[in-house]
């Protein structure tokens, strides 16, 4: 009997969404697949980031009708959303909406889109509804949520280590203008891996950048970083290039290198003011995380139920696949790789529920680690029990294997976040030994 306390439990109103949602991804997202890779075939070069397949706007309606918009959006900003007709039908925990994102992972070029709960535009419009001024909530949040238009979000450089943002060299001049006498701010730079920065719908750009002439009397290395919301598109903003993952362009969404070539921007146009750009990243980051890993489980399950399809249909050496022990070994790490992954991602998500993702940190970033990794495992025994069809376009397990493995680069490698558990760890062991000692004294 499942209590309520169970980290899989649902309440009524909310299984009766997620059935919704699963029914809308089986059987209008997932067979869409073949109209968006119709479309994209007939589409070459640059012509490719100039149009949306149209079977997008219709799953958009369609989700709509569904009430499976913005289902995203945290109970604790619901209050904050200029519109509250654009909230969730049902307002959903991070642990519930983990639940659902997995859903919506089985289908993830089109199903978070359609319900308007994909990044990068989730995490934006969390720093919009959080930190956002009224002027920039009715510039950019509102069509968001509408599902109007996209945004990207441009952190890492191609010149230096972005995994440490202290590197960043993206700079963010201050200046008086001195005709008018008003503060202006030049940003200059470039940028890689900016994921929605192609898509011809984007209209805003969140963009990391390092204060130069500053006022503010922040003197940590992090405190010397500012975000700024740039409006696309913008004569200073150069598209560059578009990056492939492993061979695939994502097109029409995918991601660029970006040029930042003398760019004005006004006091407006700062995320919550100078020297608050690391402070704005980490809010956005928790919940991300978060998405990213039920996301990831969502597509590995998928990838599995494969390959038991595939175990049962061919035949080596006189019996099925599934009857040699071999591949039964591969079925049941997948299916213990998969139950790790989604009770450890869902753990940490109620966890954010109760403290917060602040007091949370050290956990989210165990998922980081594990849960892509988990996930690439399972994905990776699909494609060798399919067997050259695995490599195939036939299947979705080779951009799916691709995916994954990006997502253990994507948001901050892996050693980064293992370095975040080593020093959270010591730290706490520092601590209780400091406590102990002031016992004893």
């Excluded at 450089?157 to 972005?162: G, I, K, N, W």
């Excluded at 003011?273 to 998405?291: C, K, N």
């Excluded at 994905?379 to 997502?407: E, N, P, T, Y």
Aim: hydrophobic share 40%; with cysteine.
């Amino acid at each position: 009997m499942t209590s309520d306390s169970s980290l899989e439990y649902l309440r009524p109103e909310v299984a009766a969404l997620k059935r919704k949602v699963d029914a809308f991804v089986e059987n209008e997202c997932i067979p869409a697949e073949q109209e968006l890779e119709a479309f994209m075939a007939n589409r070459h070069g640059p012509d490719r980031w100039t149009a949306i397949p149209p079977c997008l706007e219709r799953l958009k309606k369609r989700a709509k009708q569904l009430g499976l918009w913005n289902l995203f959006v945290p109970q604790h900003l619901i209050e904050k959303l200029p519109d509250p007709s654009l909230g969730p039908s049902v307002p959903l925990t991070y642990r519930e909406y983990g639940i659902v994102c997995e859903s919506l992972g089985r289908c993830p070029d089109l199903a978070p889109q359609a319900c308007n709960s994909s990044a990068p535009d989730t995490g934006n419009m969390e720093v919009l509804l959080e930190f956002g001024t009224p002027q920039q909530k009715q510039k950019y949040l509102l069509p968001m949520l509408r599902g109007e238009i996209r945004s990207c979000f441009l952190m890492t450089e191609p010149a230096v280590a972005s995994s440490d943002p202290t590197n960043l060299e993206t700079t963010l001049e201050k200046c008086i203008n001195q005709i008018t006498g008003q503060i202006e701010y030049t940003l200059r730079g470039r940028k890689w891996w900016s994921t929605g920065a192609m898509d011809p719908r984007c209209r805003l750009a969140l963009v990391v950048a390092r204060m130069q002439n500053s006022s503010s009397n922040a003197t940590s290395r992090h405190g010397a970083h500012t975000i700024v919301a740039v409006p696309m598109p913008h004569p200073q903003v150069k598209l560059e290039r578009a990056l492939t993952v492993m061979g695939y362009d994502d097109a029409p969404f995918g991601h660029a290198q970006v040029l930042l070539d003398n760019v004005k921007l006004t006091p407006e146009d700062l995320i919550l003011g100078e020297g608050s750009g690391f402070r704005v990243s980490q809010a956005r980051l928790g919940p991300g995380r978060i998405h990213h890993c039920m996301r990831a489980i969502g597509m590995a399950t998928r990838c599995y139920e494969s390959m038991i399809r595939r175990s049962m249909e061919r035949t080596t050496f006189g019996k099925p696949l599934w009857q040699h022990g071999g591949c039964q070994e591969q079925i049941a790490d997948s299916v213990a790789d998969l139950h790790a992954a989604r009770l450890l991602t869902l753990s940490v998500a109620a966890a954010m529920d109760s403290v917060g993702a602040q007091k949370a940190r050290d956990r989210i970033a165990v998922i980081k680690v594990a849960v892509p990794e988990l996930c690439y495992r399972v994905i990776d025994r699909a494609v060798q029990v399919h067997g050259g069809a695995g490599l195939s376009q036939d299947f979705i397990l080779a951009k799916a294997l691709a995916g994954l493995r990006s997502l253990r680069i994507a948001d901050g490698p892996d050693s980064v976040h293992r370095r975040t558990i080593a020093l959270l760890e010591i730290k706490k062991e520092m601590n209780k030994r400091k406590s102990q000692q002031k016992s004893h004294l």
